[in-house]
């Protein structure tokens, strides 16, 4: 925990400041996945003639106008991992980071993922700060803010709360928010402002779990804008 405390608070420093993120603090083995001033490493799907994301004042800007969509990192086969950011919504809006994200498949959606949902505050019930399950073929289970879910082998859940989960009175409205996800094997952790705000471990027949994929920063509804920046990777064994 104090490990984690002091990796909270160098990434809360940089999303407080400029987005520069000094060396020095960054927790060893983070990289940066985001120069600050293009979009060189990422690529958006689907590609469209007016893009839908760009880079503004050291940020990710996303515009829900140019349609539904996500911004790919260039590593497209990530299993163990953690990952840091910050984001920010200036008004209303739904995003969130998709993890061992892949072609769906099934043709029922365009990707398969388990997701991270990040929205404005005030979005409905628990769901800044949920787990969500894009996964056509087998149950698309719940995980909302301040839920811990276990997955049997049958793919029958069991969903307890989290003792000092994350809340909305923990989340800054129209201002920065760190985000932390820690990915491994079949545990899945999702911290915001150094706090749990759920966690989910499976499992189910590995047959039927997304082992490796792609991490993708989300579009959801028209109209919206999001700000993401401070983007570190950590690949783990």
């Known amino acids: 925990m104090k490990r984690l405390f002091l990796m909270t608070i160098c990434c809360l420093a940089a999303c407080a400041g400029s987005g520069e993120v000094v060396a020095e603090k960054i927790d060893e083995g983070f990289v940066s996945i985001f120069d600050g001033k293009t979009l060189k490493g990422w690529e958006e799907m689907p590609s469209v003639q007016e893009k839908a994301w760009r880079v503004v004042d050291g940020m990710i800007v996303g515009e829900g106008d140019k349609g539904r969509g996500y911004l790919v990192f260039e590593n497209k086969d990530l299993a163990n991992f953690e990952l840091k950011l910050c984001y920010r919504f200036p008004g209303k809006g739904n995003s969130g980071i998709s ?12 990707f398969q ?43 029958q859940p069991t969903i307890t709360p989290l003792k000092g989960a994350l809340t909305a009175a923990d989340i800054k409205k129209s ?7 820690i990915v491994q094997d079949n545990t899945f952790e999702f911290f ?46």
Not at 175 to 181: K, M, R, S, T
Not at 194 to 217: N, Y
Request: aromatic residues 6%; hydrophobic residues 35%; glycine residues 10%.
């Open 113 to 155: 993922s388990y997701h991270a949902d990040l929205g404005h505050l005030g979005i409905g019930g628990k769901v800044l700060g949920a787990w969500d399950f894009h996964t056509p073929g087998r149950k698309e289970h719940r995980c909302f803010r301040g839920d811990r879910l276990v997955i049997a082998k049958d793919d």
């Open 99 to 110: 993890i061992r994200a892949r072609k769906d498949p099934t043709g029922k959606r365009s």
């Open 175 to 181: 201002d920065w928010n760190e985000v932390h996800l």
């Open 192 to 237: 915001i402002n150094g706090k749990l705000a759920s966690e989910f471990t499976e499992h189910l027949d590995p047959v039927k779990r997304l082992h490796r994929g792609m991490i993708q920063l989300q579009l959801h509804d028209p109209g919206m804008i999001v700000h993401y920046k401070d983007l570190m990777l950590k690949v783990l064994k």
